[in-house]
């Protein structure tokens, strides 16, 4: 995972969606950051969860919510993130 600061994410994720409240989106995740270091797992299958896609998502791990194995490209926030 590439780690990226939550201010940083917040920005980017609501330039990409003009949409989205950026309060809102912020509070979303770090309620998932929080979620993550509470020790929060994937709803199916037990895996740590990703915090930012459980933001946008629902809440579980990076490959059931993306459906993909390889996460070395996408964000995590740097306080969550594992490596
Ligand atoms: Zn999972």
Not at 28 to 48: I, S
Request: some cysteine; proline content about 4%.
């Amino acid at each position: 995972m590439v780690p990226i600061s939550l201010e940083d994410y917040v920005k980017k994720h609501c330039k990409r969606n003009p949409d989205e409240n950026p309060a809102q989106f912020k509070k979303a995740l770090k309620q998932a950051v929080k979620a993550k270091k509470d020790g929060a797992t994937c709803a199916n299958c037990g895996q740590e969860i990703w915090a930012l896609g459980s933001a946008v998502a629902f809440q579980g791990c990076f490959s059931c919510i993306t459906g993909e194995a390889d996460s070395s490209v996408d964000y995590e926030i740097d306080e969550v993130c594992w490596s």
